[in-house]
C-alpha cells in the first residue's frame, strides 16, 4: 500500500510497475488525487482510497505524504499500520519515534531518504531500520527501494540527516553548479541560451560518463581530463584552493544542510 502518491510517491509507483509488481498487490491513498493520477491507476487497475474496512492491513505500508501531513493523515492510516505491517516512510525530518508516535501500533519501520532522480530510475536511497525488522522485510524493503536506484543500507538512524545533506540535497547543489557555469560563459562572452546549453550538456555527459564507468574514481576521471599546465589546470587551480576554494564551500553547504536535517528532526 502506498500513502501519498505525489512527486516521490509518484516515481515510486511507476518503477514498481515498471518492474513488475502485480497491480494487485497495489492500493494507493492518496485524498487529492491528479486527473492524471486517478487515470493511470484506473488503466493499471489498482484500488485508489479504498473504503475503510474494505481492505485487510497491509504486509508493507509505504508512507510518501508531506511531512507536515503526518499528524493529519495519522487517523486513516490506523487501520493500516497494525503489527504484522512494515512501514517504510520517506518523509523527511520525521524520526522513527515520530513514526511510532503517530502509528502506534506499526509492527516495524523504516526510514528511506531518497532523491529526485530517483523519477529517472537514477536515485540513491539511504534507509535505516529499527530493531523489529527482519531479514525477509529487509529484503523487501531493498526490492521496493531499488526499483528507483541504488540502496546505501545505514546502521544507525542519526546518520540519514547526513544522507540528507550529500545525496538527497545534493542534486539542487549540481543545478546551481549548473547555473554558475552558464553564468561564467556570459560573463566570457557567450549568449545566454548558449551558455546554458553547454553547462547543461556538459553536467550531463560528465555524469553519464561517471554511470558509465563504475570502476574509476572521480579523482580518476578528473585527472584524466587535466593536463599539466593546461586550461582544465588552470581552473582547478582556483577550484581547489585550500580558502575559498570549492572543497571549502561544499563542506559548509553539506554541514549546513546536515545542520537543517537534524533541526528538523527534533
Known amino acids: 500500500m502506498l500513502a501519498g502518491a505525489g512527486q516521490m510517491g509518484g516515481a515510486l509507483l511507476e518503477a514498481w510497475l515498471d518492474v513488475g509488481i502485480d497491480h494487485r498487490c497495489l492500493t494507493v491513498l492518496e485524498p487529492r488525487p491528479s486527473g492524471p493520477l486517478v487515470e493511470r491507476l484506473d488503466r493499471a487497475g489498482i484500488v485508489l482510497n479504498p473504503l475503510a474496512g474494505t481492505r485487510p492491513s497491509p504486509d508493507v505500508l509505504v508512507l510518501a505524504v508531506k511531512p507536515q501531513m503526518l499528524e493529519r493523515a495519522a487517523p486513516d492510516l490506523l487501520p493500516y499500520a497494525q503489527p504484522g505491517t512494515l512501514l517504510i516512510s520517506v518523509l523527511a525530518g520525521k524520526t522513527i519515534a515520530d513514526l ?19 523519477a529517472i530510475r537514477r536515485g540513491i536511497t539511504g534507509v535505516a531500520v529499527d530493531a523489529a525488522v527482519n531479514e525477509n522485510q529487509k529484503a523487501a524493503i531493498q526490492f521496493l527501494l531499488a526499483a528507483v536506484g541504488e540502496v546505501e543500507w545505514l546502521a544507525d538512524e542519526n546518520l540519514i540527516d547526513a544522507v540528507t ?88 553547504a553539506v554541514a549546513a544542510a546536515h545542520r537543517r536535517a537534524a533541526e528538523l528532526s527534533g
Request: aromatic share 2%.
Open 100 to 118: 511510532r508516535r503517530a502509528l502506534p501500533d506499526v509492527g516495524s519501520i523504516a526510514r528511506a531518504m531518497p532523491n529526485t532522480p530517483a
Open 165 to 252: 545533506a550529500v545525496s538527497g540535497s545534493g542534486p539542487a547543489y549540481v543545478f546551481y553548479l549548473t547555473e554558475c557555469l552558464a553564468k561564467a560563459g556570459e560573463a566570457v562572452g557567450l549568449e545566454a541560451a548558449v551558455a546554458m546549453r553547454l553547462a547543461r550538456a556538459t553536467v550531463e555527459g560528465a555524469g553519464g560518463l561517471m554511470a558509465a564507468r563504475p570502476g574509476d574514481t572521480s579523482e580518476m576521471l578528473r585527472r584524466n581530463v587535466t593536463s599539466p599546465g593546461g586550461t582544465t589546470a588552470a581552473a582547478l587551480d582556483v577550484l581547489m584552493m585550500d580558502t575559498g576554494g570549492l572543497p571549502m564551500l561544499i563542506s559548509a
